[in-house]
């Protein structure tokens, strides 16, 4: 048997002439929480479509616990599904929501009773099975919802979006609930969302998805550390994004000129080539450095301040011409002001060769 | 916890919704295509002595269009038509227009309904009703006379006017609701950002508001059009016997001489006056949308 | 709100005219199914029950009263079943030829129910097919299908999609989806479809007129006391009519009320 529970090979979805999702490989671990991250638009919901049994793949494999599920109806999945608007049946209370995939599976009445009691426990609405539905916050609906789905025990919940209808101090809330319950039921999630924000916080890895490919995969730090294309760096964050031509590749070492100097990366990579550097606004510290590790970025001149809260983003203008448009995060302690000028420097393992 | 394990439903049944439709379009294929085709055919056959011969012939049609009496009753139900259209739009537009802007917003719903809720009147007694209101002795010349205008009772049931009459009433209800439903659609917004921007209420309306309502115009109008046109009743009862409309003629065909074809001929011409209609006010029909 | 009519003079006196307009035929039709007389026409004379009376004791008008409630609620509730079927056949699949299909399940709201008779006389005389209350229900359906299609086809929004697929995904099979999950989410609506329709059938004429032989439908009786000119147990008749009409809206506006009131 596979080490993966989940398995996407080379998995395309068109529709007439537009590709959706591009062969598409993936694989999810056994109690691993994926988030396929990507604007809308991007084809993430294709990709967790396919996977839960609501869009046949044009072409490709999917593979669930060893079994091949490429036609298999979403009844037949060891999957369920938790849409964006929740799809709680309206006309049933909150218990028959609950109980339903389990009466659809003629469990014993007793059984079913406990296990949907159990299910509304796990998410924290134990005595809110009378209640209707429209009688619930947005909040309680998305954890009726997620109940539902889990009563059934699914070896994967698949989840679209469904912390967007939510506001943003429940969202939080919701985000690490759902990483409690993902843990404590050892169940693998894959949770798709366009908040790079949310991606982070909640998933073990991250599959970025742009024009119906996989853009960049891997543990949030490191996609956000270390994008791997240019599109990474821009999605997941305010980033510097500087151009530059490879100028050596010797000794297991590139050199890159940018405008603001010349820039050194481990690996060999193509002379003559034009490429991005990514460096993130908080890389950039405030000071004088030296070393052969330090990029110093010389004199900067504070063009725009914009206070948000946790720090404050600046718009400078950097090199010798003041002709380099950069952006900085400093600590809200340090006031900073339009018109200030100071000395700034990075460190040059934290600037990132883009491959485009 | 034990696995709840797999549905009990079998894996086929998934694909049966997708012969949902079916039931519904056999049936309309079967009662109402097929008849409007047996229709078209009949319209080409001929009736010797009585019994329908399955003789390829334009003679209906011919005879249709070359005897004025019969040509003269699809003129008549096309005057008749537009004339009702004419004055029910009239009528309507600023009764929806009143609902819309003017009553007060929670007391819409209630003028709504109550401006159609005659339109459950039983229909074979509408027009019933008016003659009761316009013979020679009902109550408008009663009134007149009481109150001194007239001396004599006027001459008002059966006749163009009396049918038009009982269209208009009719329609009035129609078009008003057709015309609401457009007009609560406009957002507010739109005519204060007209009015921010410096047009008066006037202005407001033609380039605004009524530009945005003519789709309610064109359905209502539609709408009027097909059931007026073919509506029998109505000029039976209220109009009598000084003009002749296309329905009352094919009625005649149908009781007096069971005249299939020359019922078909006039009932076609009618669906193609209609189709003609549709294509001239199509562009602001959205059939879908109804 | 005095000061806001004030303002709106014209406004209101319109309204009240087209109110007016719009109200004396009924209130003429209703008033003088009481007379006491011979005639449906000014002096009143009432009020009295007498033409009431006559009209229930004429046993081929209550026959034909039976009739037309019987082909009503037949005729509707097969109407809202097909039209509720299609509706969702729409909704969830990509069926082909989509526009088509939308278009022949709408084209009877183009044509006229007398076209619509007379085409159907017209085949059941081809096929020798007998006219009777059967062929009316069918002619009713021809006419009512459309309109139940379109009611319920409008109320299918894409949460009912994700409503359906959530049925599905937790195992329930086609039918169950449909008969525990669809056909109760969408009850308000198929109700309205069923009501609008049986009011529809129950006052249609032409249709009836053409389709009908030995046993008629109400409004057709109605039409041959017509022949015999104005006289008030026609005004009663058409008030029982319009009473029962009546009724069957404002049951059906009252369930969808509360219906859309609990949900939203």
Known sequence: MSDYLVELQGVSKKYGTTIAADNINLTISRGEFLVLLGPSGSG?????SMMG??????????????EDVTDVPPAF??????????????HMSVYENVSFGLSMRKIPRFERDRLTQESLETVGLAGFGSRRVHQLSGGQQQRVALARAIAVEPAVLLLDEPLGALDLKIRRQMQEELVHLQKSLGATFVHVTHDQEEAMSISDNIA???????????????VYLRPSTLFAANFMGDSNILEGKIVSNQGGKTLVDTKIGRLRFEGEYRLGANVHVSLRPEQIRIGKAKGSEIISLGEILVSEVVFQGTHRLCHVRAGKEKDVKLLIRFPQEHIVKTGDSMSVFARESDAVLLND | MSAPGKPVAANIQFELSRWAVHPAIIFTLVFFIIPLVAMVIISFWQRI??????SWTVANYEKFFGRDYLLEALYNSIEVTLLTLAISI???????????????????????????LPFWTAYVVRSYS??????????LNVALIAIGLIDQPLEMAYGRGATVLGFVHFFTMLLTLTIYANLVQIKASYHKAAADLGANPLQIFFRITFPLSIPGVAVGAFITFVIAIGDYITPQILGGSTEVLVPQAIMLQIARAANFPMASVMSITLMIVVVIVYFIIGKYLKMDRI | MIGHWKKNFLAVVYLVAALFFIYIPVVVLVVFSFQDGQLPVPPFNGPSLQWYEKMFSNDRLVESLINSVVVAIISSLLATVMGFLAAYGMARHDIRFRAGVRFILMAPLTVSYLIIGIGLLITLNIFGIPKSLLTVGLGHIVINLPLCFAIIYSQFGGHLRNIDWAARDLGASDFQTLTRVIAPVMKPSLFAAFCLSATLSWDEFIIAFLLSRFEVTLPVIIFEMLRAGLTPEVNAAGTM???ISMVTVAIAAIVVSVNFGARK
Not at chain 1, 53 to 66: M, Y
Not at chain 1, 77 to 90: E, G, H, I, S
Not at chain 2, 130 to 139: H, K, M, P, Q, V
């Open chain 1, 44 to 48: 993430k919901t294709t990709i967790l």
């Open chain 1, 53 to 66: 049994g609501f869009t046949v793949p044009s072409s490709g494999r999917l593979i669930i616990d060893g």
């Open chain 1, 77 to 90: 999945r060891p999957t369920v599904t938790v849409f964006q608007d929740y799809a709680l049946f309206p």
């Open chain 1, 208 to 222: 970025l998805v742009n024009q119906g490919k996989i853009e960049d995969y891997g543990p949030p730090d490191r």
């Open chain 2, 49 to 54: 002595y009585g019994k329908l011969q399955a």
């Open chain 2, 90 to 116: 009239l009528l309507a537009y600023p009764l929806a227009y009143i609902l819309a802007y003017k009553v007060p917003s929670r007391w819409q719903r209630f003028v709504l309904i109550l401006t159609v």
């Open chain 2, 130 to 139: 008016w003659l009761l209101i316009i013979s020679e002795n009902g109550i």
């Open chain 3, 241 to 243: 009519v319009f009473a």
